[in-house]
């Protein structure tokens, strides 16, 4: 039973157009984030949820559009894609932080998008 | 802000040898959590090794353990007995305790090559 499962894992597509992300957990969490790694490998917080309230919106063009219709679920909207937005984009999910929690977040596979 | 540095881009071992990963952060914050999470080539990040800045004792996980420094906010990956299994990707993380919600923060990470 997968933890943290992400569709679709690659995602090739032309600029311009506009795809979506779908992310779903079981583990029960209240938190779900999304991160970009870019060609150097580096990660960043790009959004996070709590309870289907955006608590984290870091400096992200307005194109990238998250939606959490329940805790479980966070899904990640792209309009105009350009060829920046190339990455690898992991949702993942996490207990608040309280102790006697486990306090690491648990990530999906990642979703491999490839603009062109 | 806080902020995670991994020195080393690259390292390389000797298969059975031991092996050190660096990692230095930077917060005004008493509690937090401190982690190691590996990336294999499948893209998966995996946790390997949680260590609460509260407890003095350095966490230890099978093969893999940690040395926390908190007063020099340092906190090393040593990896004994390596195996070519353990050739990946490794991030250090930083996440706060302070509020619930926040997000880990990762270093730029160390590829570890394993040599037969």
């Known amino acids: 039973d997968t933890a943290v499962s992400q569709t679709p894992k690659y995602l090739v597509t032309q600029m311009g157009n506009d795809k979506s992300i779908k992310c779903e957990q079981n583990?029960?969490?209240?938190?779900m984030y999304w991160y970009k790694q870019d060609s150097k490998k580096f990660l960043k917080i790009m959004f996070s949820?709590?309870?289907?309230?955006?608590?984290i919106n870091e400096t992200v063009p307005n194109r990238f559009s998250p939606k959490s219709p329940d805790k479980a679920h966070l899904n990640l909207h792209i309009n105009s894609l350009e060829l920046g937005d190339s990455a690898v984009y992991f949702c993942?999910?996490?207990?608040?932080?309280?102790?006697?929690?486990?306090?690491?977040?648990?990530f999906g596979q990642g979703t491999r998008l490839t603009v062109v | 802000a806080q902020t995670v540095t991994q020195s080393q881009p690259e390292m390389s071992v000797q298969e059975a040898e031991t092996v050190t990963l660096s990692c230095t952060y930077d917060?005004?914050?008493?509690?937090?959590?401190l982690f190691w999470y590996k990336q294999p080539p499948s893209r998966q990040m995996i946790l390997v090794i949680r260590?609460?800045?509260?407890?003095?004792q350095n966490a230890t996980e099978n093969r893999f353990s940690v040395n926390f420094q908190k007063a020099a906010k340092s906190f090393s990956l040593k990896i004994s007995d390596s195996q070519l299994g353990d050739a990946a990707m490794y991030f250090c993380?930083?996440?706060?305790?302070?509020?619930?919600?926040?997000?880990?923060?990762f270093g730029a990470g160390t590829r570890l090559a394993v040599h037969p």
């Open positions: 993942a999910s996490s207990h608040e932080v309280s102790r006697g929690l486990d306090t690491e977040a648990f």
């Open positions: 583990l029960g969490h209240d938190t």
């Open positions: 949820y709590n309870n289907k309230e955006l608590i």
């Open positions: 917060t005004s914050e008493s509690d937090y959590y």
């Open positions: 260590q609460e800045a509260y407890k003095q």
């Open positions: 993380a930083y996440r706060s305790a302070t509020g619930g919600y926040n997000k880990l923060i």
